[in-house]
């Protein structure tokens, strides 16, 4: 018998599942692509407000929490090499059907309410930048609503017609993305060395509430911690890297390490270019604060027009990987006869989950209309949060099922461990930054989505355990977990 070498051998049985083609350079820059998203372009500014010069601190807060959750992550994709992530962790540590779902669910809704987070981004820009090639187009939340909402439509038509996710493509796309904020931290620091900028500012602790300043970051670092979000899906390739049990940990730790340096430089320049008493105005200008860096920073360059657009490349990248994985995980969840199976129709041609696509790209519709439309928040800034809270509770379970599986499952020899006090630490930071202390009163909206997103769910799940109980006879749960995403 021909032995077959380490590169293509599926670590889960005899026979390759997926082939095994990412590296370690084209990991990282999956990683670094997936974090560097919408979510600097959506928080940096209600995060100055929250802090003032001190903006750096909360991104370097949030990561700190961010890698001890990675550590987590790291020690389970390396005991369990399968793509279903934070739903296998959960399933493996406590066996509750209703709880796998509940996770796996939550980690649906994060995506629906990024990607519609990152379609009000998009639009925002998109209609600056063809107002600034002299298009005069309305700015008013009418239009953004418009423009996001044809957005989701047309995410749903790619999808439908079936997009690969393809890491070279996405390669692509994360330069743009860097060569965006690239622009902006050279031109933060040019501003600087020309003498034009109060570097003392950025050590100075100034907010626009009553707060002191442990509350003001720990507002703002639940602010952040929407543009740390996006290493979690580099899980989901674990079956399609090389060697995972190395490669895996030191590529998404240098890969977290890589997206806040450019948060942190990021952070540093708004400061710097954006004189003191203007940034209130400037977020109130919603999505625009690093457009507004390079309008003021270097207003004799057409730096300017362009800077919209390498925009909306970032953040669509961001909405169509979100969409891609909602849409994937119903179809699974669909399959697994834990929701109804009509969400798990496929197109007959291009086998695309079509059920899927149809059913979160409603939702993401809804919580346009229903967040612009209803809220005392901004739609940005409520979406953008209620992200960060429900992948907040989901990091939550994966680091406590961490802890549970160090005594259920022995890791292997050489295998990835977190220090023994990592686990607990990161579920205790994350349960705190899911708490309203976190928020200010007004974005307690971000509850009532979320909730009313899983309640959706369990409505679901609840019609799909009466169908299987008097129809087919039948229970309800997971049949093989293992493969929920495929």
């Given at each position: 018998?021909?032995?077959?070498?380490?590169?293509?051998?599926?670590?889960?049985?005899?026979?390759?599942?997926?082939?095994?083609?990412?590296?370690?350079r084209?990991?990282?820059?999956f990683?670094?692509?997936?974090?560097?998203?919408?979510?600097?372009?959506?928080?940096?500014?209600?995060?100055a407000?929250?802090?003032?010069?001190?903006?750096?601190?909360?991104?370097?807060?949030?990561f700190?929490?961010?890698?001890?959750?990675?550590?987590?992550?790291?020690?389970?994709?390396?005991?369990?090499?399968?793509?279903?992530?934070?739903?296998?962790?959960?399933?493996?540590?406590?066996?509750i059907?209703?709880?796998?779902?509940?996770?796996a669910?939550a980690?649906?809704?994060?995506?629906?309410?990024?990607?519609?987070?990152?379609?009000?981004?998009?639009?925002?820009?998109?209609?600056?930048?063809?107002?600034?090639?002299?298009?005069?187009?309305?700015?008013?939340?009418?239009?953004?609503?418009?423009?996001?909402?044809?957005?989701?439509?047309?995410?749903?038509?790619?999808?439908?017609?079936?997009?690969?996710?393809?890491?070279?493509f996405?390669?692509?796309?994360?330069?743009?993305?860097?060569a965006?904020?690239?622009?902006?931290?050279?031109i933060?620091?040019w501003?600087?060395?020309?003498g034009?900028?109060?570097?003392?500012?950025?050590?100075?602790?100034?907010?626009?509430?009553?707060?002191?300043?442990?509350?003001?970051?720990?507002?703002?670092?639940?602010?952040?911690?929407?543009?740390?979000?996006?290493?979690?899906?580099?899980?989901?390739?674990v079956?399609e890297?090389?060697?995972?049990?190395?490669?895996?940990?030191?590529?998404?730790?240098?890969?977290?390490?890589?997206?806040?340096?450019?948060?942190?430089?990021?952070?540093?320049?708004?400061?710097?270019?954006?004189?003191e008493g203007?940034?209130?105005?400037?977020?109130?200008?919603?999505?625009?604060?690093?457009?507004?860096?390079?309008?003021?920073?270097?207003p004799?360059?057409?730096?300017?027009?362009?800077?919209?657009f390498?925009?909306?490349?970032?953040?669509?990248?961001t909405?169509?990987?979100?969409?891609?994985?909602?849409?994937?995980?119903?179809?699974?969840?669909?399959?697994?006869?834990?929701?109804?199976?009509?969400?798990?129709?496929?197109?007959?041609?291009?086998?695309?989950?079509?059920?899927?696509?149809?059913?979160?790209?409603?939702?993401?519709?809804?919580?346009?209309?229903?967040?612009?439309?209803?809220?005392?928040?901004?739609?940005?800034?409520?979406?953008?949060?209620?992200?960060?809270l429900l992948?907040?509770?989901?990091?939550?379970?994966?680091?406590?099922?961490?802890?549970?599986?160090?005594?259920?499952v022995?890791?292997?020899?050489?295998?990835?461990?977190?220090?023994v006090?990592?686990?607990?630490?990161?579920?205790?930071?994350?349960?705190?930054?899911?708490?309203?202390w976190?928020?200010?009163?007004e974005?307690?909206?971000?509850y009532?989505?979320?909730?009313?997103?899983?309640?959706?769910?369990?409505?679901?799940?609840?019609?799909t355990?009466?169908?299987?109980?008097?129809?087919r006879?039948?229970?309800?749960?997971?049949?093989?977990i293992?493969?929920?995403?495929?």
């Amino acid at each position: 018998m021909t032995t077959q070498s380490a590169e293509t051998v599926d670590v889960n049985g005899p026979t390759p599942d997926l082939k095994r083609v990412l590296g370690p350079r084209l990991l990282l820059l999956f990683i670094v692509g997936d974090i560097l998203g919408a979510g600097i372009y959506a928080v940096t500014g209600e995060m100055a407000l929250e802090v003032g010069g001190i903006v750096w601190v909360p991104f370097l807060v949030a990561f700190a929490v961010a890698t001890l959750t990675a550590y987590s992550y790291l020690e389970l994709v390396t005991k369990f090499p399968q793509a279903a992530g934070a739903a296998l962790y959960t399933h493996k540590a406590f066996g509750i059907h209703f709880v796998t779902f509940l996770v796996a669910f939550a980690v649906i809704c994060s995506g629906i309410t990024s990607a519609s987070t990152s379609s009000n981004l998009l639009a925002t820009n998109l209609l600056a930048g063809l107002d600034g090639l002299g298009w005069h187009v309305s700015q008013g939340d009418t239009a953004i609503t418009v423009v996001a909402m044809a957005f989701m439509v047309l995410l749903a038509a790619i999808n439908l017609r079936g997009v690969g996710e393809s890491v070279k493509f996405n390669v692509v796309l994360t330069l743009i993305e860097m060569a965006a904020l690239v622009i902006v931290i050279a031109i933060g620091f040019w501003v600087m060395a020309k003498g034009d900028a109060d570097m003392g500012r950025i050590v100075v602790f100034d907010s626009q509430s009553d707060r002191g300043m442990f509350a003001a970051v720990t507002v703002a670092t639940a602010i952040a911690f929407f543009a740390m979000v996006g290493f979690e899906d580099s899980v989901n390739m674990v079956e399609e890297t090389k060697d995972p049990e190395r490669t895996f940990p030191r590529v998404m730790l240098s890969g977290l390490g890589i997206a806040v340096v450019f948060y942190v430089l990021v952070a540093i320049s708004v400061i710097a270019v954006i004189p003191e008493g203007q940034i209130e105005s400037v977020v109130a200008d919603e999505g625009k604060v690093l457009l507004a860096v390079v309008e003021q920073g270097a207003p004799g360059l057409p730096i300017d027009k362009i800077f919209p657009f390498l925009t909306v490349v970032a953040v669509a990248n961001t909405a169509l990987l979100n969409m891609l994985m909602a849409s994937r995980l119903l179809y699974g969840l669909a399959h697994q006869d834990v929701l109804p199976r009509t969400l798990g129709k496929v197109l007959p041609g291009r086998r695309t989950p079509y059920a899927g696509i149809a059913f979160s790209t409603a939702l993401a519709l809804g919580l346009i209309v229903v967040v612009t439309f209803l809220a005392d928040t901004s739609v940005i800034t409520a979406l953008s949060g209620t992200t960060a809270l429900l992948l907040l509770c989901v990091f939550s379970v994966v680091n406590i099922a961490c802890v549970v599986l160090r005594r259920k499952v022995p890791a292997k020899a050489g295998a990835f461990t977190a220090p023994v006090w990592v686990p607990p630490v990161g579920a205790a930071a994350c349960l705190f930054l899911a708490g309203p202390w976190a928020r200010d009163r007004e974005d307690w909206i971000q509850y009532q989505v979320a909730g009313g997103l899983l309640l959706l769910g369990i409505v679901l799940w609840a019609c799909t355990w009466l169908t299987n109980r008097a129809v087919r006879a039948k229970k309800t749960g997971f049949r093989d977990i293992e493969h929920l995403d495929d």
